[in-house]
């Protein structure tokens, strides 16, 4: 086993590669307008980054080049405390784990977990995703699945013909299977946002207060899903929330619980046996 362990206050940028599996890397910094890099090939690689300060970014990669290297339980660890900070994952290939928390407002929170087709033990998924939020003005994004599950696209909230099925679909939603993305923003005007394509993946949404109360204004809650028994389920409480879930495929359902007032939930869904469940009060 190789380590590399950064322990770094008050430096602008910091960056670490690591090249052979089972690799650990440890990044600390304290301060405004701090950068910190991470990437790790291969598989059994850890990092974890703690940031204290505004408008700090934190990247890590790992996984990298999984045609050659056998990527799979990677584990990646990011912890920012302050405004303005930007925090993103990379990872490939299968049962990797991404934690991201956030305290602070206008922060933006993003998590890629992909399987790229081909590459040794590569194609299963099982991989887990967490993002904690509190505060407000958040963005938080999970993508599992393979690249492109950005959809759909456009101004409105679906329509026409609800975007056209999501494009056609062509979205690869095989081969993974078995994910998990877990998202909990505490505040007001926060956006969640999860996509994810395969077989039996699960999403999980939650938006509350951050000062201990049981409402929050004005968040957005978004779960699109492609493929077969795949699971959403939403929770806000507050005023003026907004819920978009569309999901293709068989087999999908979802369950949206909005309370509170003056809400709104757009769901979509095509294929065959799918359920929706929307449950709003006051």
Request: no cysteine; hydrophobic share 35%; aromatic share 6%.
């Given at each position: 086993m190789?380590?590399v362990?950064?322990s770094?206050?008050?430096?602008?940028?910091?960056?670490?590669?690591?090249f052979?599996?089972?690799?650990?890397?440890s990044v600390?910094?304290?301060?405004?307008?701090?950068?910190?890099?991470v990437d790790q090939?291969g598989?059994l690689?850890?990092?974890k980054?703690d940031?204290?300060?505004?408008?700090?970014s934190?990247k890590?990669y790992?996984g990298?080049?999984p045609?050659?290297?056998?990527?799979?339980?990677n584990?990646?660890d990011?912890?920012?405390?302050g405004k303005?900070?930007v925090a993103?994952?990379?990872q490939?290939?299968?049962?990797?784990e991404?934690?991201?928390n956030?305290l602070?407002?206008?922060?933006n929170a993003?998590?890629?977990?992909?399987?790229?087709?081909?590459a040794?033990l590569?194609?299963q998924?099982?991989?887990w995703a967490?993002q904690?939020?509190t505060g407000?003005e958040?963005?938080?994004t999970?993508d599992?699945?393979?690249?492109g599950?950005?959809?759909p696209?456009g101004?409105?909230?679906?329509?026409?013909?609800?975007?056209?099925?999501?494009?056609?679909?062509?979205?690869?939603f095989?081969?993974n299977?078995d994910?998990y993305?877990?998202?909990?923003?505490?505040?007001?005007f926060?956006?969640?946002?999860a996509?994810?394509?395969?077989?039996?993946?699960?999403s999980?949404q939650?938006?509350?207060?951050s000062?201990?109360e049981?409402a929050?204004?004005?968040?957005?809650?978004n779960h699109?899903?492609y493929g077969?028994?795949n699971?959403a389920?939403n929770?806000q409480?507050g005023n003026?929330?907004l819920?978009?879930?569309?999901?293709i495929?068989?087999?999908?359902?979802a369950?949206?619980?909005?309370n509170?007032?003056?809400?709104?939930?757009?769901?979509?869904?095509?294929?065959t046996?799918n359920?929706i469940?929307?449950?709003?009060g006051?």
């Open positions: 190789k380590k362990i950064l770094v206050s008050a430096m602008l940028f910091v960056g670490a590669v690591s052979a599996q089972g690799n650990t890397s600390s910094q304290l301060g405004d307008n701090q950068s910190s890099f090939f598989g690689n850890s990092s980054v940031q204290d300060g505004s408008t700090n934190s890590v790992q990298i080049l045609g050659s290297y056998a990527a799979m339980r584990s990646a990011v912890m920012q405390n303005l900070n993103f994952i990379s490939s290939n299968q049962d990797n991404a934690f991201q956030q602070g407002n206008e922060n993003t998590i890629w977990q992909d399987q790229i087709a081909g040794p590569a194609t998924g099982g991989d967490s904690i939020q407000n958040n963005m938080a999970i599992q699945g393979t690249s599950n950005e959809k696209v101004p409105s909230v679906f329509s026409p013909s609800q975007l056209a099925a999501a494009a056609a679909v062509p979205v690869p095989t081969p299977s994910n993305a877990i998202q909990t923003q505490n505040g007001d926060n956006v969640a946002y996509s994810q394509g395969g077989v039996e993946n699960t999980y939650t938006q509350t207060s000062g201990g049981s929050g204004d004005g968040n957005i809650s699109y899903q077969t028994g699971m389920s929770t409480n003026q929330l819920n978009d879930t569309l999901q495929g068989v087999a999908n359902s369950t949206v619980t909005q509170g007032m003056g809400h709104a939930a757009v769901n979509f869904s095509y294929g046996a359920t469940i929307v449950n709003q006051n």
